[in-house]
């Protein structure tokens, strides 16, 4: 009979001879009759639902979020945009409206018309073209000179490092709040039938895994080749629940939704690298302590 430790070998050996393979094996209530396997795919590719034996668990519809980094990051250069670079877009956006024509000019037009009338000069067609001309040149001058400023006071390059240092310290100190997203991250909901990560495979079969073991599940181990990623995959939504970016929030909020009951063992073999590997580290700080043991197994 096939055991828990021979398909947690086997994904393993698969994981080591193919980088791009991340693999999982779930034992249900530490029967080796319940064991799950799953594994991860790309985002350009069907997903694959995991299996137990012969049965494939069915996926649950998990619409994506927009990627909440990229719209941190918008936000934070909105909020820094340096103010020699708002002054020269706001000039910009003058010369524009210039000179599709959207600016006002009748008002001043109709009082240089009326001044001429006065010396007998009937031209209002003129009047405005001759105003038109001096709003023109005026709000050109005006860009210039931001130009000049611009050029003299802003340093794209680094002005962009300062903003996106800003942008990843926010989304990382969001990572770490909380389980979930302010609402205004949330949405919109986008339609998803491409593959993702291994953890978010299992993840939307839970349903379909609890509804295929006959007995009441009260312990789950889940080895996972490599250590859960903090932020790489996107966001998405299981019926009512928001799923944070990163399979490490995920797993978390699986936990944290499923019957309480249950007692969880993670275990992975290969690391991640550098950085990623102390956030994802921080983000076990959302697992609740009593019902999850983590543990990394030798690679
Ligand atoms: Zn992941």
Known sequence: MTTFSDLCTAELSKAQHDSNHVGGVCRVNQNDSYLVTFHNNGYDTAASPPTMGETVLQLDPAPRIPSVRATLKKEVEDTYEHPAKREHRYWETMVEIAESGRMSYEHEALILHRERLRYGLDN?????????????????????????????????VAHSKMTSGIAEEQYIALQKRSLTYPHEYASPRVE????????????????????????????????????????????????????????????????????????????????????????????????????????????
């Open 124 to 156: 209002y067609e003129g009047a405005v073209k001759k105003i038109k001309e001096q709003q023109l040149a005026n709000v050109k001058g005006k860009r210039a000179i931001a130009a000049q400023e611009m050029e003299k006071r802003y340093d794209p």
């Open 192 to 299: 998803n039938t491409a593959g993702g990560h291994a953890e978010e495979n299992f993840i939307r079969a839970w349903s379909a895994l609890c509804m295929h073991i006959p007995e009441k599940i009260t312990n789950i181990e889940l080895y996972i080749t490599r250590m859960p990623c903090p932020d790489v995959s996107s966001g998405f939504w299981l019926g009512a629940h928001l799923y944070n970016e990163g399979c490490m929030g995920k797993l978390a909020k699986l936990i944290t939704t499923a019957d309480e009951a249950i007692r969880w063992q993670i275990t992975y073999s290969q690391t991640l690298n550098g950085a990623d590997q102390a956030f994802s580290q921080s983000l076990s700080r959302h697992f609740p302590e009593d019902r999850v043991t983590f543990l990394v197994h030798g690679a």
